[in-house]
């Protein structure tokens, strides 16, 4: 359990260093409030936006008055939209979980057995197959194949809504697209793995001893890669933000990432400040999740701690 | 089989059968808040009139002013510094609350003495010349102006002169009964007005649904729901349309048209807007390197009809100074400010050594149509002469500390003057009279001084003899000419795309880009709405 | 987490030798087809300002939007039409070619010099430092990097410099943790003590003994960074965070192309399947050059 507790501390201490490094790289690059107003904002407009929002004392000042906030459930205003950050990215959370949890799912309910199965049969022309398919969906960017999806389905056949979140049906192609990516990367990283694993000694003294195959790869290899799999998917989801962010924006889909993106063009850094604070709980909690997994995978891991 | 799997039917089969009399939107540009008296910009000119409204109205179908009762029945023109109007009785706010004398003298003086900083600069731009209200009786106002003024009733059928609820709004935040900044701020997020729609649903950036206001005074609104939602890229926009999941989209350039018009049940509408697309120089001649040489060359050397022809496929129209036909007898076309003149631009670089400055020019990537081409398109042209200007594509372009903000020196920036009301004073005065946003920001420092540039502009601007009026606006424009602060570029084509079965279009009354929804101002087949 | 990349730790190979000529030579055609593309694109973006028939910037505002020779419209000169300013598309795909494979070459040298100083000092050195080190690359893998991009981004502007640097500062820690287990595990080796009892200063052993050692999987880390970095370099143009117009790059012309993907493709297309081509090619050398540099895996097989 301390290990836990462990893990949880440091990844707080990480937020808080990143957090802390947005604050003030932000402020040294001039006074954050804009774009409020396209077409400009009079001098006494500026003072007046600049006390409401305040940014008007020292740094130090302000750097407390904003941690002081965070212990108060205070997350701070968007500066674009002028309300709380917390109310905008509720809106808006349950959009990207359903497509990034969508497109994970998948991703790991294909991907994982296809770098599986492309491992243990090596030398079959399936997993060159495999491994082609791989080599494409990684190669091919996220936006490009959204892209060519909105082109076929939507513009031309008239079979999908090209973009939005308003049902489950605006989810299909920004699923598939970054259920793509995801899966050409868990197939690679499976594949490696286990190949990697089926080279240990133990698994050839498994199979010098005659044991059947199957008992081989399932009881000694898959167990073992599934140590380094799992904490793979565990980086994919903490990095999240990077893997959603192109699908939201060419499907116009109102989920985090096209609002970090807005953020950061607009330069509203209480929507980026708030952005890396969900960021650090994710990956929190995705941390938890990989250990509890572990834990399970190898009892050796639980004694350890 | 295609059939069955079309998204219209899917969505329909997924979302609840559609109900009828709805309408969808989707615009390049959505407001980040909704408040008449404060904005200005082009994008939140459009989302007002639907719901929010003045105590005069423009007749929107028409170039000319020609004024119709709106939240006041009649008025009167009492001495050149008086008006007097009636109120219209029955009006009632999208929140249920009656719409009462103290709403519309509230609503008014927040705008001529505004306690609210994000008002001020329309404030003096609007009603710099007005100096207050009196309640007459219960249903009887006076406003007063300074000296006289000609343009009373264009500055009340503005939309920021549109009346909004006092008690609402200031119960909104703090104390109830007192008007503070924060109600404002409050009112931005929760907007309420006395339109044909109420704004059921605002955020910010994304959305608006409209729904019809029952207790509406006119014409009960023709849909029951109107949504708009922001689709910044135009081949997204476009997509959505084509592929039925929007009904109508905005800011569809020329070379677009095709694709619209090209597919079965689609058309488009739109014509040359009352807008100028122009670029200025930042921060007058404060030790810019920025001289009046420098602009002068550079505004020679823009040939505007190549841009035209290339971008607008000829379908804009280059002014030859800041004037619109819709000024009527104030329309000046032969007044000759700017002109295309590449030799004179080459000799005076070459006689005041100007060749090798470099400069930025900051441009938003979508929020004018054509922008960054235009852009890209005068870096070329300003290569010609020597001039090496440097792209820089931003979105935020507001803060004064930074490159790029309003007002800060050596740098270029494009900007629009739209034609908030028919009259030089509304568009050209608006952005550059004493009390104009260009000058306020410091975009122009007149070479004849600013006191003399304040004695020029007021004999123009409270002249009512329309020869004498017309002869002291070219004495402004030769002051332009003569310093060149700006370039105005074209009135833009601007189109929007749609089902074939709407009767619909911009228009030409009304300040640009207003989606305009009332009854009679849109006809849909599909939903058995007649104009 | 050390077992994130399938790569070797034992006994170097020595690749500078004609071994690796020898292996590319008796590779299968999919590898050879990869060496010559890759060869013909580094020559083509070389040779580009004699390539290219127009000045990439060089704009004909009246001949916009044309359509590549054999399709109707094309405009004579012209080979892949011109783009949405009239440029000649062809050009642009040179220079663009040319300036992403610039940018991919410098920030994916950034990447590994940044990694691999970090890798060498944090196993060198050990201790505190080593802890320090480990827990920024800890950081590093955690932070997604387009969120580090676009709080640049906000931060300082688009700019080609904050462009370059952003890409040269991502991935770093796939180096710097292949690196430094490398040099722990040599650190300890005998041999590497002997050299020390004869006097050796650190730099010496580093230089001469390690250097030596890590080249392999640095190698190998390289060239799937290349294909990375052309990736992230899209994706940032894409979301309009890139260089700058009018200078092309494969990023930037599809990012620009995508308003006229229904009416004129040909201008986000041709760039787009560049982007793609490259990706690919670099993506299937460096999976080659592991499975060859792998000693154990060829062992194995």
């Given at each position: ?46 003072a007046?936006?600049e006390?409401?929002f ?54 790991v309910a ?22 082609a ?24 056949l ?5 973009s ?21 990367w868990?197939i ?23 044991l ?6 399932n ?7 599934m ?45 980026l ?8 709980a ?17 009892p ?6 | ?14 979302a609840?059968?559609?109900?009828a ?18 904005d ?33 029945t ?19 706010f ?6 009462t004398?103290?709403d ?6 927040n ?15 609007f ?11 219960d ?6 102006s300074d ?15 549109m ?16 008007t503070?900044?924060s ?13 044909a ?12 649904v409209?729904?019809r ?9 023709p ?26 989209i ?20 739109g014509?040359?807007?009352p ?15 920025i ?16 841009l ?6 000829g ?8 004037t ?24 005076i ?17 979508v ?15 300003w ?25 800060s ?9 739209p ?21 306020t ?6 070479s ?9 502009y ?27 602060p700006f ?9 929007w ?13 009304h ?11 849109i ?9 | 987490?050390?077992?994130?990349e ?22 299968n ?6 060496f ?19 000045d990439?910037?060089a ?24 783009d949405?300013?009239?440029r ?12 992403t ?6 920030g ?8 691999a100083?970090?890798?060498?000092i ?20 955690a ?9 640049a981004?906000?931060v ?9 640097i952003?890409?040269?500062?991502a991935?770093?820690e796939k ?19 002997a ?14 003994h390690?250097?030596?050692n ?18 992230l ?12 117009p009018?200078?092309a790059?494969?990023?930037s ?13 040909h ?35």
């Amino acid at each position: 359990m301390s290990f836990i507790v462990m893990r949880a501390a440091r990844a707080i201490l990480t937020m808080i260093f990143v957090v802390t490094a947005v604050f003030f790289a932000s402020r040294i690059s001039g006074n954050p409030i804009d774009i409020m107003f396209p077409e400009g904002l009079s001098p006494e407009e500026y003072a007046f936006w600049e006390s409401y929002f305040g940014l008007d004392g020292t740094y130090l000042q302000q750097y407390l008055a904003f941690f002081r906030g965070l212990t108060q459930g205070n997350f701070g205003l968007s500066l674009t939209e002028f309300r709380p950050v917390t109310e905008i990215f509720a809106e808006r959370l349950p959009n990207t979980i359903r497509l990034f949890g969508s497109a994970f799912l998948l991703a790991v309910a294909i991907g994982l057995p296809l770098g599986i199965y492309a491992a243990v049969n090596r030398d079959k022309a399936i997993s060159t197959v495999i491994i082609a398919v791989a080599f494409f969906g990684y190669a091919i960017p996220n936006y490009i194949l959204a892209i060519f999806m909105i082109l076929i389905f939507s513009f031309t056949l008239h079979w999908m809504p090209s973009s939005g979140n308003m049902t489950w049906v605006h989810f299909v192609m920004p699923t598939i697209t970054l259920a793509m990516a995801m899966m050409a990367w868990n197939i690679r990283f499976t594949r490696s793995a286990m190949l990697e694993i089926l080279n240990e000694d133990f698994v050839r003294t498994a199979r010098a001893k005659g044991l059947h195959e199957a008992v081989v790869v399932n009881k000694h290899a898959l167990r073992n890669a599934m140590i380094p799999i799992v904490s793979n998917l565990g980086l994919q989801v903490a990095g999240f933000v990077g893997w959603v962010v192109l699908v939201e924006a060419v499907f116009a889909l109102e989920g985090i990432g096209s609002l970090i993106v807005r953020g950061a063009l607009l330069r509203d850094f209480a929507i980026l400040q708030f952005g890396v604070i969900v960021w650090a709980a994710v990956v929190i909690v995705a941390n938890l999740i990989v250990d509890i997994i572990y834990a399970l995978l190898d009892p050796r891991v639980r004694i350890a701690t | 089989m295609t059939r069955l799997f079309t998204t219209s039917a899917m969505i329909a089969l997924f979302a609840g059968a559609a109900t009828a009399q709805e309408l969808t939107v989707a615009t390049a540009n959505l407001s980040a808040y909704i408040d008449p008296g404060a904005d200005h910009s082009n994008v939140g000119s459009q989302f007002y009139v639907n719901s929010i409204e003045p105590l005069l109205f423009k007749d929107p179908t028409s170039e000319q002013n020609v004024f119709e009762p709106g939240l006041a029945t009649s008025w009167e023109i009492t001495s050149p510094t008086e008006m007097v109007l009636t109120i219209r009785e029955g009006v009632k706010f999208h929140n249920g609350d009656d719409m009462t004398m103290d709403d519309v003298v509230w609503s008014l003086e927040n705008m001529i003495t505004p306690g609210y900083p994000a008002r001020v600069e329309r404030s003096k731009e609007f009603f710099g010349n007005i100096t207050g209200v009196e309640v007459i009786d219960d249903t009887t106002l006076k406003i007063m102006s300074d000296k006289p003024e000609p343009l009373f009733e264009l500055i009340l059928a503005a939309q920021q002169a549109m009346i909004l609820p006092k008690n609402y709004t200031m119960g909104l935040s703090g104390d109830p009964n007192a008007t503070e900044e924060s109600d404002f701020i409050a009112f931005r997020q929760a907007p309420v007005g006395t339109g044909a729609y109420s704004y059921a649903e605002f955020t910010p950036e994304t959305r608006i649904v409209w729904e019809r206001h029952d207790d509406y005074w006119g014409e009960t609104a023709p849909y029951q729901t109107v949504t708009v939602r922001r689709i910044p890229e135009l081949a997204a926009r476009v997509t959505a349309l084509v592929n039925k999941e929007v009904d109508l989209i905005t800011n569809v350039p020329p070379d677009q048209l095709d694709v619209i018009n090209g597919a079965p049940g689609f058309k488009t509408a739109g014509g040359v807007t009352p807008l100028f697309h122009l670029m200025y120089f930042g921060g007058g001649d404060k030790g810019s390197i920025i001289t009046p040489e420098l602009r002068k060359a550079m505004v020679l050397s823009v040939d505007r009809d190549l841009l035209n022809e290339a971008l607008w496929g000829g379908a804009a129209v280059v002014p030859s100074t800041h004037t619109y036909p819709q000024y009527g007898d104030y329309f000046t076309p032969g007044i000759e400010t700017f002109e295309y003149n590449l030799e004179e631009a080459k000799k005076i670089v070459a006689e005041n050594g100007l060749e090798g400055t470099q400069l930025p020019f900051y441009t938003d990537p979508v929020y004018y149509t054509n922008g960054l081409l235009a852009a890209q398109a005068m870096q070329e042209m300003w290569r010609e002469i020597g001039i090496d200007i440097e792209l820089k594509v931003v979105t935020s372009w507001n803060d004064p500390g930074t490159p790029g903000g309003w007002g800060s020196p050596d740098q270029i920036h494009n900007w629009s003057n739209p034609m908030y009301f028919a009259d030089p004073h509304g568009s050209f005065g608006k952005m550059w009279s004493p009390d104009g946003a260009g000058m306020t920001r410091g975009l122009w420092d007149p070479s004849i001084g600013m006191e003399a540039w304040t004695a020029l502009y007021d004999e123009f601007r409270f002249e009512t003899d329309v020869e004498k009026r017309n002869i002291a606006y070219a004495k402004l424009m030769d002051e332009v000419k003569k310093d060149a602060p700006f370039l105005v570029l074209y009135q833009p084509f601007e189109s929007w795309g749609m089902r074939e079965d709407l009767d619909w279009a911009p228009y030409p009354g009304h300040i640009p880009y207003v989606l305009d929804f009332r009854a009679g101002y849109i006809g849909d087949e599909t939903n058995g709405i007649t104009k | 987490m050390s077992t994130a990349e399938t790569l070797p730790n034992d006994a170097p190979l020595n690749w500078r030798q004609s071994k690796f000529v020898k292996a590319a030579l008796g590779a299968n055609w999919l590898i050879k087809l990869c060496f010559v593309i890759l060869f013909v694109l580094i020559t083509v973006a070389l040779l580009a300002p004699i390539l290219a028939p127009y000045d990439p910037n060089a704009q004909s505002l009246l001949s916009r939007l044309k359509p590549p020779y054999g399709f109707e419209g094309a405009k004579e000169g012209y080979v892949l039409g011109t783009d949405e300013l009239g440029r000649d598309l062809y050009s642009r795909l040179l220079y663009g070619l040319r300036f992403t494979l610039t940018i991919a070459l410098i920030g994916s040298i950034m990447q590994m010099v940044i990694g691999a100083t970090i890798g060498i000092i944090s196993g060198y050195v050990g201790g505190a430092v080593d802890n320090f080190l480990m827990g920024l690359v800890d950081l590093q893998i955690a932070f997604p990097f387009t969120l580090m991009a676009l709080l640049a981004v906000a931060v300082f502007g688009t700019d080609l410099t904050v462009f370059v640097i952003i890409i040269g500062l991502a991935d770093w820690e796939k180096y710097a943790r292949v690196v430094r287990g490398q040099v722990l595990a040599i650190r300890e080796a005998p041999y590497i003590d002997a050299v020390r009892v004869t006097g050796a200063g650190p730099y010496r052993i580093i230089r001469h003994h390690m250097l030596a050692n890590i080249a392999s999987p640095i190698i190998v880390l390289w060239t799937f960074g290349v294909s990375n970095v052309i990736l992230l370099e899209s994706s940032l143009s894409f979301l309009g965070l890139g260089v700058q117009p009018p200078t092309a790059t494969l990023g930037s012309m599809t990012g620009f192309g995508r308003d006229y993907l229904a009416s004129y493709p040909h201008i986000g297309l041709v760039p787009a399947l560049m982007i793609m081509v490259i990706a690919l090619v670099f993506l299937l050398l460096g999976d080659w050059l592991r499975d060859t540099l792998d000693v154990r895996l060829k062992r194995q097989a």
